[in-house]
């Protein structure tokens, strides 16, 4: 069993933020799998069904706050009695990828990701799969915070909306084929998928 986790922030107002790509990678994978994202529990919105390989999933959108992701992720990982270093895979932003781009990491630091601290400081470990989402650079003299909570402009939403498609692609490869091959994959050409 597998939780994938996709970070954000829970109310109206934040959807279609550039913090809430992880919540956009989580929303295609339930549409492709059908699951329904809509239980509550331990702080974070979850759905439990299986990928097409028949490999049991459980989706979670922490209810948290972006800045408190590990508050939920750590007890439905312990719930679910996971191995995190192992069954979890992290989705999340990242300012440091051009838009439309993905980066696929078995583990690694934060690099400045509030969601990722606050997991890693909750599980006490940073060796957990992750998948980054580019939501492009600040501009100079733009505040990071109004940055990431800002939409993107609609010529960036195609881009964007291919990379949760590549991004969930990336997911369920790492399900079947394991991390390594995810990052050979998708991590090499982030623009054409093999």
């Known amino acids: ?23 956009g990678v989580i929303d295609v994978l339930a549409e492709r799998l059908d699951i329904d994202v ?7 919105l979850i ?8 490999e049991r999933i459980v989706l979670v959108k922490p209810l948290t706050y ?16 996971i191995d995190t270093t192992k069954e979890l895979i992290v989705l999340s932003d990242d300012i440091a990828l051009d838009v439309g781009r993905i980066r696929v990491r078995p583990g690694g630091s934060a690099g400045g ?11 006490g470990h940073d060796s957990f799969s992750r998948v980054r989402i580019g939501v492009g650079k600040k501009p100079p003299r733009y505040d990071q915070v109004d940055w990431v909570l800002g939409h993107f402009p609609k010529e960036e ?13 990336a997911v369920l490869c790492i ?8 990052m050979n994959r998708f991590n090499a050409n982030n623009k054409e998928v093999s």
């Open 1 to 23: 069993m597998y939780v994938i986790a996709g970070l954000g922030n829970p109310e109206v107002k934040y959807n279609g933020t550039r913090h809430n790509a992880g919540f």
């Open 38 to 44: 809509s239980k509550i529990r331990d702080r974070g």
């Open 47 to 54: 759905g439990t069904g299986r990928t097409p390989a028949g």
């Open 66 to 81: 972006m800045n408190n992701s590990g508050e939920c992720i750590r007890p439905v990982s312990a719930y679910y009695k």
């Open 113 to 123: 990701h509030n969601g990722l601290k606050s997991i890693i400081a909750q599980l």
């Open 157 to 169: 939403v195609p881009a964007v909306q291919e990379a949760m498609e590549r991004a969930a692609d």
């Open 175 to 182: 399900l079947s084929e394991g991390v390594e091959t995810a």
